[in-house]
């Protein structure tokens, strides 16, 4: 048989199956899937025998999932989200850079680089990743409440100002060298810079806020899924790719602009739904993609380095931004999960790095040490999440949560015979207005602000964050509880939610949502009582009105 020169194909393919089986294993053993994926990414990199994928086009691949997600976090974050955690998110990022890069510049004077390289290789260390930032806010379901919006703002904050410095290295490179560059040039590529970001702002904010939204009601209106889907692939990428290359904006941010104006039109859920399944993969290739970069030997030849370079970034980094929070007024836990959202590295430090080597400006070791930094983060992040999870819930702020933030109470409830709510969105708020009505004892499970703040109106005690985790679960009183409504869309949240009520509860009854016949199934198998499958309902309800109109028909 002939033999195919598939690198495209073969980099996917090898990617994408060892990330499964690695993430599998990791899965079984209680770690994140994402290490298991970190390691299919060194397994198929330069550095280890056996196969070796193209690690041009893993970055390239990586890169498509980056843009779908912040399309994605676009879409349910709006301008009016962005402007109210603007005092916070840009004083505290900048603060944060300040203080990383500084840290940076110690270590990297204490091995003996020059002065540049350690501004440079400090820029690397200051800025967190946005996959896995998002990725850790979506996984607790935090992502829309007041603390996820102060994080993803404070991001945005990250990438405008590595937008400024990826424009400023070159600069930067030729006035540290022999003839150095006049400081009016260093302002006017900066000044440049900012106009061209402003323009683009400008033209999504005016331009892009009317056609992009009449663009997917026009497409919505042909009734064809496949060109809905394909108008949203669109979008995201095509609005990434224009501001990169017309704007100098990272993909990342010119994906954000196009979801954050597509988010105001009635149809952004649905353009949720249709990116997430290539959003999800792509992720799972930009982690390989990382994994790829890493030289294992770092951890031999430079181990104090490679300690303290994560020490800078797990430790030091997330003690800057949680004294910032609080120096703002914020609460413990909006401090800690800024804290811990921002206690990694990732695509912008790379890119950072790499110019620095690329000008001269950096020796290439920095490379192994950014790199082993971000591995490490990356894998230790979820660990950090959970650690300053169950801090906040041990030492509860004394004064009130700010007035926009939900406070999390987990204190027991007292109701017996009540009715809980899992989920308060289209589903759920229709489910609680119904039990309101009956006059019933109502428990609302709820992540966001929106939602937290319609159960309330309803009446509702409101338990704010994610159903299945144990100390929300206990704090319920399944055991006295009357019925459990499970409305969320996620199927694998709540089956982990029906599997833990029915242990909790033998005899409770319990009725959960499915988008699925699979999901029906595996509900059933989890004790389930009732689960209601859109389709189904819909039939039935058409058959039900088509049985009963026995009118006669006109001839």
């Known amino acids: 048989m002939p033999e195919h020169h598939t690198p495209l194909i073969a980099t996917i393919a090898a990617g994408l199956m060892l990330a499964f089986v690695l993430g599998l294993i990791a899965q079984r053993l209680r770690v994140q899937p994402l290490v298991g994926y970190l390691l299919a990414g060194v397994m198929v990199g330069p550095y280890t025998p056996g196969f070796t994928a193209d690690p041009a086009l893993a970055t390239e691949l990586a890169e498509i999932g980056v843009i779908l997600l912040m399309f994605g976090v676009g879409l349910h974050f709006s301008l009016k989200d962005l402007l109210s955690v603007g005092r916070i998110a840009i004083p505290g990022a900048v603060g944060q850079i300040a203080v990383a890069t500084l840290m940076g510049a110690s270590l990297s004077w204490a091995l003996g680089w020059p002065p540049i390289a350690g501004l440079v290789f400090g820029l690397a260390l200051s800025v967190a990743s946005t996959v896995v930032l998002i990725r850790a806010l979506q996984e607790r379901h935090i992502i829309e409440t007041h603390r996820g919006r102060i994080a993803v703002g404070w991001l945005v904050v990250e990438d405008l100002a590595m937008v400024l410095a990826l424009v400023l290295l070159p600069a930067l490179a030729v006035a540290t060298e022999g003839n150095g560059a006049p400081p009016t040039r260093i302002l006017f590529m900066l ?36 060109l809905f889907r394909l108008a949203v692939y669109a979008i995201a990428l095509g609005v990434a790719y224009g501001a990169a290359h017309l ?52 951890f031999v ?36 999960t800024v804290s811990a959202s921002l206690a990694q590295i990732g695509e912008f430090s790379f890119i950072l790095i790499g110019i620095g080597i690329g000008l001269g400006m ?29 801090l906040a819930q041990e030492k509860p702020d004394a004064p009130a949560a700010q007035p926009d933030e939900p406070a999390t109470d987990l204190k027991p409830t007292t109701l017996t015979g009540h009715d809980i709510v899992v989920g308060y969105g289209r589903v759920g708020s229709l489910v609680g207005a119904g039990l309101r009505g009956d006059g019933a004892k109502m428990i609302v499970v709820e992540a966001s602000d929106a939602g937290v703040a319609r159960a309330r109106s309803d009446g509702a ?16 009183n399944l055991a006295g509880a009357r019925r459990l409504y499970v409305t969320i869309p996620e199927p694998f949240e709540a089956g982990q939610i029906v599997q833990q009520a029915r242990a909790a509860n033998p005899s409770l009854d319990i009725l959960a949502r499915a988008h699925s016949s699979a999901t029906v199934e595996h509900f059933e ?22 049985r009963a109109d026995t009118s006669p028909r006109p001839a």
């Open 362 to 390: 950096v020796p290439k070791e920095s490379r192994d040490l950014v790199l082993a930094g971000a591995i490490v983060s990356i894998m230790l992040n979820p660990l950090i999440f959970t650690f300053l999870e169950r």
């Open 525 to 546: 198998k989890l004790g389930a009582n009732l689960i209601v499958l859109g389709e189904t309902e819909i039939a039935y309800r058409m058959l039900e009105r088509g």
């Open 301 to 336: 030849d430079s181990p104090v380095a490679v300690i303290a370079t994560i020490a800078i970034i797990v430790v030091g980094k997330s003690v800057a931004a949680y004294l910032i929070v609080r120096a703002f007024g914020h609460s413990r836990s909006t401090a800690f």
């Open 247 to 298: 704007f100098g904006v990272s993909f990342a941010l010119g994906a954000f602009f196009a979801g954050m104006v597509l988010g105001e039109s009635d149809l952004s859920q649905r353009a949720a739904e249709e990116a997430i399944p290539l959003r999800d993969a792509f992720a799972v290739l930009f982690f390989v993609s990382v994994g790829m970069l890493l030289d294992p030997a770092v």
């Open 191 to 226: 000044l440049v810079t900012l106009a061209k970001v402003s323009i683009f702002v400008a033209i999504m904010l005016i331009v892009g806020r009317r056609v992009i939204p009449w663009l997917m009601h026009f497409t919505a209106h042909t009734g064809s899924r496949e």
């Open 461 to 476: 005690e409101v338990f704010t964050g994610n159903a299945a985790e144990p100390a929300i679960i206990a704090a319920l």
